[in-house]
C-alpha cells in the first residue's frame, strides 16, 4: 500500500529558531500534499495544500509566512516552523494524495511529528 | 459550509461485543465521499472504511461496516466482535468529490473493555 513518512517524528526546539519538517511519499508520486495540525485530544486542522511546482494553499488563519511550505518534488513536501513560539508547538501531520485524476483519490497520512517549543 | 458531527466524545464497549459510532454531516453536495479514520495511540492515521456517495450499498471491510443514510445525513460505523486493537480514536470524514480537502469531526474515543 501507499506509505507516507515524515522526519523528524520528535523535535524540541529553543523559542526563536526554525524548524524543518520532512513529508514524504516513498512509493507513489503524489501531486498534492496535505499539511495538518492536531492539538491534543482534538481533531485534525487542515493548514494548507500544497502542489507540485506551485505555492502552497493556505486555509483561513494559518500564516503563510511563518509555516512555509515547498513542495520541490512529487514525493517531497517541507514544512518549516519559523520563528517558532511556544505556541507553535503541536502535532504536525501531513498527507498525500495517490492521483488517478478524476478525484477519485485517496489521502494517505503520515506518522506525525511532534513538535515541543521551548 | 460542510461540517462533520460526531457527538460521542468518547465509548465502551466490552471485547467482542458490536459497538456503533455515530457521524452525522452537513452539505449541500450530492456527489462525495465519507471516510472513517482510526488514530490509534501511535498517531498513526489509518483509513478504515470509504463510502462513495453515490453508492446505495453500504460499505464493509471485515469487521466493519457503515449505515450509510444519504437523506439524514448520517454515517455510522459499526465494530463486530471488537478486539483490544481497536481501542482508538475514530475520525468521521467528508469530502467533496470535486475537491481535495478532507473535513474531520472532533473524534470519538473508543475504549475496549477486556
Known amino acids: 500500500g501507499a506509505v507516507v513518512s515524515q522526519h523528524p517524528s520528535r523535535v524540541i526546539c529553543k523559542s526563536g529558531t526554525s524548524v524543518k519538517i520532512e513529508c514524504r511519499s516513498l512509493d507513489f508520486q503524489a501531486t498534492t500534499m496535505f499539511w495538518y495540525r492536531q492539538f491534543p485530544k482534538k481533531s485534525l486542522m487542515l493548514m494548507a495544500t500544497?502542489?507540485?511546482?506551485?505555492?502552497?494553499?493556505?486555509e483561513q488563519g494559518v500564516e503563510k509566512d511563518k509555516f512555509l511550505i515547498n513542495h520541490a518534488s512529487l514525493t517531497l513536501s517541507t514544512l518549516t516552523v519559523t520563528s517558532a513560539h511556544p505556541e507553535d508547538s503541536s502535532f504536525y501531520i501531513c498527507?498525500?494524495?495517490?492521483?488517478?485524476?478524476?478525484?477519485?483519490?485517496?489521502?494517505?497520512f503520515g506518522p506525525g511529528t511532534r513538535l515541543t517549543v521551548l | 459550509a460542510q461540517t462533520v458531527t460526531q457527538s460521542q466524545p468518547e465509548m465502551s464497549v466490552q471485547e467482542a461485543e458490536t459497538v456503533t459510532l455515530s457521524c452525522t454531516y452537513d452539505?449541500?453536495?450530492?456527489?462525495?465521499?465519507l471516510f472513517w479514520y482510526k488514530q490509534p495511540p501511535s498517531r498513526q492515521m489509518i483509513l478504515v472504511i470509504r463510502q462513495e456517495a453515490y453508492k446505495q450499498q453500504n460499505a464493509t471491510e471485515n469487521r466493519f461496516s457503515v449505515n450509510f443514510q444519504k437523506a439524514a445525513k448520517s454515517f455510522s460505523l459499526k465494530i463486530s466482535d471488537s478486539q483490544l486493537g481497536d481501542a482508538a480514536m475514530y475520525f468521521c470524514a467528508y469530502r467533496w468529490y470535486r475537491d481535495d480537502k478532507i473535513i474531520f469531526g472532533k473524534g470519538t474515543r473508543l475504549h475496549i473493555l477486556p
Open positions: 498527507s498525500a494524495s495517490l492521483s488517478q485524476g478524476d478525484f477519485t483519490d485517496t489521502q494517505y
Open positions: 452539505t449541500s453536495e450530492s456527489d462525495y465521499y
Open positions: 500544497s502542489n507540485e511546482g506551485s505555492k502552497a494553499t493556505y
